[in-house]
């Protein structure tokens, strides 16, 4: 990941943002970003342990992440539902967790929604969750 930040701004000198899709690309790229005080902004899907330090000192300015939290309350909802027969997880099934509405689509696979955003304001109390 390192290699292909450094790959990037050699051939694209001004690029303006590095998008990772990956936890161990954006933090490569956060870091590689620091060192070089290089100006292109660099954002993607990173841990907020390890991104913090990065989003503290505003190298980077925000990351996303599917949130464990979520993703467990979804989770227990639907198991809760589904043992007491008032969800079946088949395909085109629907379950109400809180005020959302999930649906089943095909696979058997539910979507929670958009990854949750980790900036300056929220980074410091998940940064100790995960």
Same mark, same amino acid.
Request: avoid cysteine; charged fraction near 20%.
């Given at each position: ?16 943002? +590095? ?49 464990? +939290? ?58 100790? +969750?995960?």
């Amino acid at each position: 990941s390192t290699a292909q930040f450094n790959a990037i701004l050699a051939q694209y000198p001004d690029v303006a943002a +590095i998008i990772a899709p990956t936890t161990v690309g954006v933090k490569a790229a956060a870091a590689e970003k620091q060192a070089k005080k290089a100006a292109v902004k660099v954002t993607g899907l990173g841990l907020p342990s390890e991104m913090a330090p990065y989003i503290e000192d505003g190298t980077v300015e925000k990351v996303g992440l599917w949130n464990p +939290i979520d993703l467990g309350y979804v989770a227990v909802y639907a198991a809760a539902l589904g043992k007491s027969k008032q969800f079946d997880g088949k395909t085109g099934s629907s379950f109400k967790a809180g005020s959302k509405t999930y649906k089943v689509t095909k696979g058997g696979i539910v979507y929670l929604g958009d990854p949750f955003t980790f900036t300056k304001s929220n980074i410091a109390t998940f940064k100790k +969750i995960y």
